[in-house]
């Protein structure tokens, strides 16, 4: 479809949310970068895209409830070339929102620390951007290519959206950590509590979604108005899709 979309619609706008690589309560946690494209999908519509467009979906991906919008609208970064960026409150938010520090950004989620330089590779596939700090000024802002490191465009705004479904904040986690003592008591060897607790990622954490948020919304809620075109064999995908998630639940 996307490709039929490019023939006869080429200047048609075209988001794609794709579903986890992981089945239901899995152990382990979605690829980086298809959590990082869902991501840049929900934070373009929290905040509303100019014009009609075409999301693309699939039924796996449209199923499973996500953070509601007013969280991921709230949950974003932006700075401008000459004004002042707290660099300690710019790593904790990366660190929240599901960012990994590493020693040289390759994929999106991860990011750099070097001196005044500041590395970051958002979520969408725009590609990684420099923030040169100059004191706690943004002297400069350029995005760049991750393996020539070759500045491709200089920039003037920067806008920075989460990584993941879960925000490591201090709601989230006080959440996650009543909810887990309600359903199975005090505990001290779960290396999951153990992470969120002390405000780490811990693999397979996502699947524990609905523990970190109070309010969890669909991808219709999202879009209530869409017009909404179904794919043939939908009915036999959503009954199997049903009855995996039962069987992972076991």
């Not at 039929?4 to 579903?19: H, I, K, N, S, Y």
């Not at 986690?173 to 780490?200: N, W």
Request: proline content about 7%; overall charge negative.
């Amino acid at each position: 479809l996307r490709a039929a979309l490019a023939f006869f619609a080429p200047g048609a706008v075209v988001l794609d949310f794709p579903a986890w690589d992981c089945l239901p309560y899995d152990r382990v946690s979605p690829n980086p970068e298809i959590s990082a494209r869902r991501m840049a999908t929900l934070a373009a519509l929290s905040h509303g895209v100019p014009g009609p467009f075409v999301l693309l979906t699939t039924l796996s991906a449209v199923t499973q409830r996500l953070p509601a919008r007013d969280q991921v609208r709230g949950a974003s970064f932006s700075a401008q070339v000459g004004a002042r960026v707290d660099e300690f409150a710019l790593k904790t938010f990366l660190v929240r929102m599901g960012f990994s520090q590493v020693a040289t950004v390759t994929e999106p989620g991860d990011f750099a620390v070097r001196g005044g330089i500041v590395d970051i590779f958002p979520p969408g596939d725009s590609g990684p951007v420099r923030l040169d700090l100059f004191g706690d000024v943004l002297d400069g802002l350029r995005r760049f290519d991750a393996e020539t490191q070759r500045t491709t465009e200089k920039l003037t705004t920067i806008d920075l959206a989460p990584m993941s479904e879960i925000m490591l904040d201090e709601a989230s986690i006080t959440r996650f950590r009543q909810t887990y003592r309600i359903e199975f008591g005090a505990t001290t060897d779960d290396p999951l509590y153990e992470a969120v607790s002390a405000g780490r990622k811990h693999q397979g954490m996502e699947h524990w979604l609905p523990w970190f948020h109070d309010r969890m919304e669909t991808l219709f809620d999202y879009l209530p108005d869409a017009s909404v075109m179904l794919d043939e064999q939908v009915t036999p995908a959503r009954i199997a899709r049903g009855e995996g998630s039962v069987d992972q639940y076991e």
